[in-house]
């Protein structure tokens, strides 16, 4: 096989995921088997979403969660109020791109680690300050009622499409000029700079493009659950499950952001109603374990088995430092 | 093309760069020497926006650039190598070149257009047969020589290159003087760092010496070879006086 099927293979993946996601519902399946794929698709959204910015431009957020709970939050107050989903969810997006703005400019001052350590810290203290905010309902939370007949797969069709909103960014953004930038920033940021590239304003750039569609999904998920609360949405838990997806499925590739939310989505509920103590120690060892033995993912480890079955030498068309290096924040040193 | 004024850069109490002044006409290849130490790399950050400097005020072509960020000066013209070569490794060499052409002053936005534009200079430095190849693959020269490709792709007036030869073979060294020459020919105005004399002192039209931050003297390669101030600053005068005096 030529590198160019392989190539056009591969991109048409992700497409060939959300297509079987779109015609599963009329397979018979279970309200809950229903349910749980649509957990998924807001999964697999925010971890292309992540992507963006932790795969593409190599920038490790810990802080997904603020947008994920801003999105949700501001979504569910304007359904609430009796306003129309549709316009609901994209304020949710501009909610949460405002505001990674405010969290982008004083953190992305700082490199790696750094910026990965701060993300936490404002991650935190977000969730603090919701849990004590009466506008949240307070560790209470706060229930959305909407005047509107519940149609579930009216809820799954929405959450496929922004799934697929956010596959499409993601493969734009990947073979254009604003995604190469990216690339040249997430291997040396100095470099970027010497050829022409403003780091910091296209970091801020990902940042907020991502942190839209986190927002969206948070939203989409709010008017689901039907009812929120800060240590949920806000909550630490949920900033790591959104950087764990891509990496499980391949850091800085769309397929393996996709493959890593779905595999994520549809493993997670078994995994904390089995192992209800220790499933968070479950993720930090899975997390280890990647980076250790295969930095691409699934997406790498299924490239490294493909090239052994066809014994293809080629060059690598991966573009990045490995995972590792992005999340020691050595990259491109 | 470029006036430097009284240039002076700090790290603390030791002064890198002491009120340096000069002026690089267009279309010349200025050569700055000294021993280790003496600015040259701190010069070249100054003017390329890496660092800010103390004091002093840099000007290209009229229009003050003291302190710009180094993206803004790549569209303003100015633009650097590095010394120690700092490609986008697992990218290719195309794709190397193709962000510079992207970001560049031409800033071409359709990525077709940017990279058959990348693929020129590429075939115009010599690198046409490794055009697929991960930049980290590339052997010492070829590195060096992408360095080169890469900041000629932004389309500068002024190239500032960092030690070019560092590292490189004789034939190698002779391949990238006639690289250096050809930029030259382009209408580029070059500023070239290097520590191989016989590098310099053959493709520069014009050398500045630093000494310990300071510009020592400047003139033609001829002048600077017989210029005893210099022959010191390399040699050491102690030696000298120490010989004579037995």
């Given at each position: 096989m030529s590198a160019i099927t392989t190539s056009r293979v591969k991109s048409a993946l992700p497409w060939m995921v959300l297509a079987a996601l779109a015609i599963a519902p009329s397979a018979g399946l279970t309200a809950n088997i229903v349910r749980l794929l649509f957990v998924t698709l807001v999964w697999v959204t925010t971890s292309l979403a992540w992507n963006l910015l932790g795969g593409f431009a190599g920038q490790v957020s810990f802080g997904f969660a603020v947008f994920y709970g801003i999105g949700a939050y501001t979504a569910a107050k304007m359904i609430d109020a009796g306003i129309h989903p549709l316009p609901s969810f994209l304020a949710a997006g501009a909610m949460a791109a405002g505001s990674s703005l405010l969290v982008g400019?004083?953190?992305?001052r700082l490199r790696g680690p750094y910026f990965a350590i701060a993300t936490i810290g404002v991650s935190e203290a977000v969730r603090v300050i919701a849990d004590n905010l009466s506008i949240t309902g307070g560790a209470s939370g706060f229930r959305i009622v909407e005047h509107r007949p519940f149609r579930q797969l009216e809820h799954y069709y929405t959450a496929l499409g922004l799934a697929a909103l956010a596959v499409m960014v993601s493969v734009v953004i990947e073979h254009s000029k604003f995604g190469l930038g990216l690339v040249a920033i997430r291997h040396d940021e100095e470099a970027a700079a010497d050829v022409g590239i403003n780091p910091f304003a296209y970091k801020l750039w990902a940042h907020a493009v991502a942190a839209a569609l986190t927002g969206m999904a948070g939203g989409v998920y709010a008017r689901y659950a039907a009812f929120i609360h800060p240590h949920g949405v806000f909550s630490f838990q949920t900033s790591v499950y959104i950087l764990l997806m891509p990496v499980i499925g391949g850091i800085g590739t769309v397929m393996g952001a996709v493959l890593g939310g779905v595999i994520f989505g549809i493993v997670e509920e078994q995994l904390v109603a089995n192992f209800p103590n220790v499933h968070l120690l479950l993720y930090g060892g899975l997390l280890i374990l990647i980076i250790l033995v295969e930095p691409d993912g699934l997406v790498g480890l299924a490239g490294r088995l493909w090239r052994r079955i066809t014994r293809h030498h080629g060059a690598t068309d991966v573009a990045g430092p490995r995972p590792d290096e992005i999340l020691r924040g050595t990259g491109g040193a | 093309m470029l006036q430097v004024h009284g240039l002076t850069k700090y790290f603390g109490g030791l002064a890198a760069l002491k009120d340096v002044s000069f002026e690089v006409p267009e279309n010349h290849i200025y050569g700055f020497i000294g021993p280790n130490g003496a600015g040259k790399t701190t010069l070249f950050s100054a003017i390329a926006g890496a660092i800010q400097p103390s004091a002093g005020r840099i000007q290209s072509r009229g229009k003050d650039v003291t302190g710009m960020r180094p993206f803004s000066l790549v569209r303003s013209g100015v633009v650097r190598t590095h010394q120690v070569v700092r490609p986008f490794r697992t990218m290719s060499v195309l794709q190397n070149v193709q962000v510079a052409a992207h970001?560049?002053?031409?800033?071409?936005?359709?990525t077709s257009a940017a990279r058959d534009y990348a693929m020129d200079i590429l075939k115009w430095v010599g690198l046409e047969p490794v055009v697929h190849v991960p930049a980290s693959a590339l052997p010492l020269g070829d590195q060096k020589r992408l360095e080169v490709a890469r900041a000629l792709a932004t389309d500068p007036e002024l190239l500032l290159c960092d030690e070019i030869c560092g590292g490189l073979t004789a034939t190698e060294t002779r391949n990238m003087l006639d690289l250096l020459r050809r930029i030259r020919q382009r209408g580029t105005t070059i500023m070239y760092v290097e520590h191989d004399m016989k590098a310099v002192m053959a493709v520069c039209d014009h050398i500045v010496v630093l000494n310990f931050g300071q510009k020592l003297a400047e003139g033609k390669p001829e002048e600077i070879q017989n210029n005893q101030e210099v022959v010191e600053a390399y040699l050491g005068k102690a030696t000298l006086g120490g010989l004579s005096r037995g």
């Open positions: 400019v004083p953190t992305f | 970001f560049g002053r031409r800033a071409i936005t359709r």
